[in-house]
């Protein structure tokens, strides 16, 4: 879907939902037009339009795949994948993005890929913009050879004042692919209390009980000890609790 609303004062809003399909984009060869290609596990585009936008309590339990063309060849198409969001136009003067509560366990590919957000424009005049991405999990592998990051891929630095900031959330890493939380520009993004499956003093009863003391200070929902994958790493109680009941789906896009 996408975010998007005529009243600027406006709300919009995707609470206490999930998408179990894996999503499959797939575009027509030999077109000379340009064309861009976004796909996300929750929403695909959050437009200018948006005033303030929140994402609370929902979880994508799909593969989400756009695709990349082998080196050396193209297909004049911008390929965007993201676990929940695949791409961020803009957000108006003093808008907010709020992530909160929210996991993605699906892999993400494409030429842009990120666990959370693909990519993310910003209008240089827009000031006092905000993205907040609160108490979140990414367990699915990422593959994007344009930009890939494990939560925010390609963003836009504002000329103004922002707030961009990452916190309380888990993460599973490949220590060999290396990737980075924030793609492109990291600085600017504020991260605090990030655990990683990569950490060198990492179990899962520790990375548990550590995303669970902030959640409680912050009134965030609580982490449970679960199991991903045959891996063992902290999940949100309300997903480890409703495991995924729609499986085998597969929706193809063009």
């Known amino acids: 879907g ?7 004062k406006a709300l919009s809003a995707v609470l206490d939902s999930g998408n179990f399909a894996d999503l499959i984009g797939n575009t027509q060869s030999g077109s000379d037009a340009y064309k861009k290609l976004y796909a996300g ?3 695909s585009v959050v437009s200018t339009t948006t005033y303030d936008a929140l994402i609370d309590g929902c979880v994508n339990r ?20 993201g676990g929940m969001i695949a791409h961020v ?14 996991a993605n366990y699906g892999d993400v590919t494409g030429e842009n890929a990120a666990g959370v957000i693909a990519t993310f424009g910003a209008n240089p005049n827009y000031t006092a913009t905000k993205c907040e991405i609160e108490n979140c999990a990414c367990y699915g592998s990422v593959s994007g050879r344009t930009c890939a990051a494990l939560a925010v891929g390609d963003w836009d630095k504002p000329k103004v004042a922002f707030t ?23 600085e600017g993004f504020v ?10 003093d990492y179990t899962c009863a520790i990375a548990r009980q550590t995303l669970d003391l902030v959640a409680a200070e912050n009134g965030y929902e609580r982490w449970v000890d679960g ?8 999940e949100l109680k309300i997903f480890c609790a409703n495991p995924p009941t729609v499986k085998g789906l597969m929706l193809i896009f063009r």
Do not use: C, H, W
């Open 2 to 8: 996408k975010f998007a609303t005529e009243n600027d």
């Open 191 to 200: 991260l605090t209390n990030l655990v990683m499956s990569t950490d060198g």
């Open 62 to 81: 799909g593969n989400v795949s756009v695709g990349f063309e082998p080196d050396g060849q193209t297909d004049n198409l911008d390929k965007t994948a």
């Open 41 to 43: 596990g929750l929403v």
């Open 164 to 186: 961009r900031t990452i916190d309380n959330s888990f993460f599973v890493a490949d220590a060999e692919l290396g990737l980075p939380v924030v793609g492109g520009l990291e």
């Open 227 to 234: 199991k991903v994958g045959g891996g063992d790493y902290p």
């Open 89 to 102: 136009e803009d957000l108006s003067k003093g808008a907010t993005l709020t992530i909160r509560n929210s």
